[in-house]
Structure formats: C-alpha cells, structure tokens
C-alpha cells in the first residue's frame, strides 16, 4: 500500500499533497518531488501524525518556509510536514506566542500592531517562526535565542516545554534540528514606540543582499571572521558548476540558475575544498539538507 492510501485511511481530514515539489516549495527552487506533504491543523493532530509515522516507519522531514534547505534531487517515497496551518498568534504585556508556521512578516505586523518592539532585527528574513526558531535566524548579533522564552516541540509523540536553556541554542543550530518538531514559540519584546522606523532602516539594509533564488547564507562564519569575505578571498566569486554559481555580489550566497541540487551540492564542496586548501579553515555548511 503507499504512503499516501495508508496515510488517508487513518487521517481523513488533514490536507495533503501528492507528489510534493521541493523546487516549488523552496527558495532555492531546486529538487525532486516527495511521496506526500501534510499539513495537520493543531499541534494535537501534529503530534498525532508523528507518532503515526514513527509507528509505520515512513520517513518523514519538516519544512518551513524552505528558506535555508537544499532538497534532494528525484523521487522520495517520504511525508513532507508542513506548519502553515499552524497560524496561532496571541499577545500578552510584552509577549508574544506564535504558531511554528505563522511567517516572519505576519510576526512583525502583529508585534508591531501591539507596540511591541524587539523584533525589527528579523524585518525581511524570509521565515517561519518554526524554522527561524530551529535555526535560531538572525543577523549580527541578534538572534531568536535574544528573544525566545520558551519553545514547545514534540518528543515522542507528546508535546513538551522547552526553556529557553533547554532550546541548546548556539550559532544556527539547536536541539530541534535533531527531529523535534516545533508547533509554537512564545517570545519576549519590549513596549517601543519606533518599530515602524526601526524596521525600514533593517529593511534598507537588506536590499544590499544578492537577487536569484538562494538559500541566503551557506555557510556558518567562522569564529572572528565572515565565511563570505573568506570565500572571496579565495577567488571564488561567480565560480560556477553546472547551474550554480557563486553570487559575484555577496560570496556566501549560491545563486541556482536552474534546477539542480546535485550542481548546488557540488559547488559547495568545490567551495569547502579550495577554501580548506587555501587557508586552513573548514567552512561548516548553514543550510539544511532535506530529506
Ligand atoms: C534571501 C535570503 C536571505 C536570508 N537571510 C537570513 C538572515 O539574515 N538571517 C538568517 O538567520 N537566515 C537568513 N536566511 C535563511 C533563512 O531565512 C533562515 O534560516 C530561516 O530561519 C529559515 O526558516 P524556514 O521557515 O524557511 O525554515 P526551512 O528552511 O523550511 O527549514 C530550516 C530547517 O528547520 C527545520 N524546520 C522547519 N520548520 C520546523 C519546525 N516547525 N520544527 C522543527 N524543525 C523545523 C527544517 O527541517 C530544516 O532543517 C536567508 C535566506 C534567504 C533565502
């Protein structure tokens, strides 16, 4: 039987997706299809879902808004789980709980229709607030590790509290990213009066970021250091594999002319080599691969 009759016989109300395309879910636009994706509608039916496909063994991944994955190229016989149901958004004082697939711009309309401020650091950050809180999104010196009070996931199909302590938190990574689905994050603001101004400065500078379909940054700086002025000193700005190349604008950014995973993948191991070679440094990846 495939995933798809054995997954509808026991969740009849729970949308789903046959034949799911990663390239047209996925900022970098590159990738093969999934068996299945499914979108259950509360954190109950998530949980519900993943005991379920524990318990049949069917490999599952989790998907946000795909903006720092890169997805295998072909057919997976697999369940996509996808959050944008989870839309929940509630405000209390200075804090604000969210579902895992409430976007990075509704979260910033909603903080900013209730004054509250914090949150401008994360203007444009292409997210939802699962993803952005498993990879603990940010720029500079401020991440959602700065604002996060709690996270809640499921572990063994039960839905448990994270402190932020617990989250594991350190330079995009956290314990979610080893298989812990997110269902919702609650965080801590400040009251402020200048969230609008505050976003349009954060919104200008990231115009400056390259155009074409990427995953943003590929790689985690090193220690003291940014991996794209490394990679550019390396001579590599505009290197190209197949049908993807390295952005001549920003040289931590991998541009996808095509629809390749297989092209992408190689350029960063191309890239990891040669800068290795040249310097010394191990370039750790940023992105995500999924499945
Ligand atoms: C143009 C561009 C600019 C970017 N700029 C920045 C930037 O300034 N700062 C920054 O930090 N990032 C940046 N990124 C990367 C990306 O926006 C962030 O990493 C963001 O947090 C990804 O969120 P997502 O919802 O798209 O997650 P996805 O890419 O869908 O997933 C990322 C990882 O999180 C997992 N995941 C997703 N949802 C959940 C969930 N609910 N529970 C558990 N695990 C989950 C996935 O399995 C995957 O391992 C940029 C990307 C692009 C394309």
């Not at 999934?34 to 599952?60: D, G, N, R």
């Not at 594999?241 to 390295?246: D, E, M, R, T, Y």
């Not at 290795?276 to 691969?289: A, D, S, V, Y």
Request: with cysteine.
């Amino acid at each position: 039987m495939g995933i798809d009759t054995l997954f509808r016989e026991k969740f009849l109300r729970i949308q789903t997706e046959r034949n799911f395309s990663f390239a047209l879910h996925t900022t970098i636009g590159s990738g093969g299809t999934a068996a299945l994706a499914v979108s259950p509608e509360s954190e109950e039916e998530t949980a519900e879902v993943l005991s379920f496909l524990k318990m049949q063994k069917i490999p599952y991944c989790f998907l946000g808004a795909g903006a720092n994955v890169l997805p295998k190229d072909g057919f997976w016989d697999g369940v996509v789980i996808r959050f944008h149901k989870l839309r929940f958004l509630s405000a209390e004082k200075n804090r604000i709980t969210a579902g895992a697939g409430v976007t990075g711009g509704m979260l910033l309309d909603f903080a900013a229709a209730h004054s509250i401020g914090g949150f401008e650091p994360f203007a444009g950050i292409p997210m939802t607030v699962g993803g952005g809180a498993a990879m603990n999104a940010g720029i500079r010196n401020t991440h959602f590790s700065d604002i996060v009070v709690f996270v809640d996931g499921i572990v063994d199909g039960k839905l448990r509290r994270f402190s932020l302590d617990a989250c594991g938190y350190s330079e995009k990574n956290s314990v979610f990213l080893q298989g812990i689905a997110i269902t919702r994050v609650c965080f801590q603001g400040v009251i402020s009066d200048c969230i609008a101004q505050n976003t349009a400065e954060y919104l200008t500078a990231r115009k400056r970021l390259p155009k074409g379909k990427s995953m943003g940054c590929t790689f985690v700086n090193p220690q003291g250091m940014y991996a794209g002025e490394l990679i550019e000193k390396c001579g590599l700005k505009g290197l190209q594999v197949g049908k993807a190349h390295v952005s001549s604008e920003h040289a931590n950014f991998i541009i996808n002319d095509g629809n390749s995973s297989q092209d992408i993948s190689d350029l960063i191991e191309i890239v990891k080599e040669k800068v290795w070679r040249q310097t010394g440094i191990l370039l750790r990846e940023e992105i995500r691969r999924i499945p």
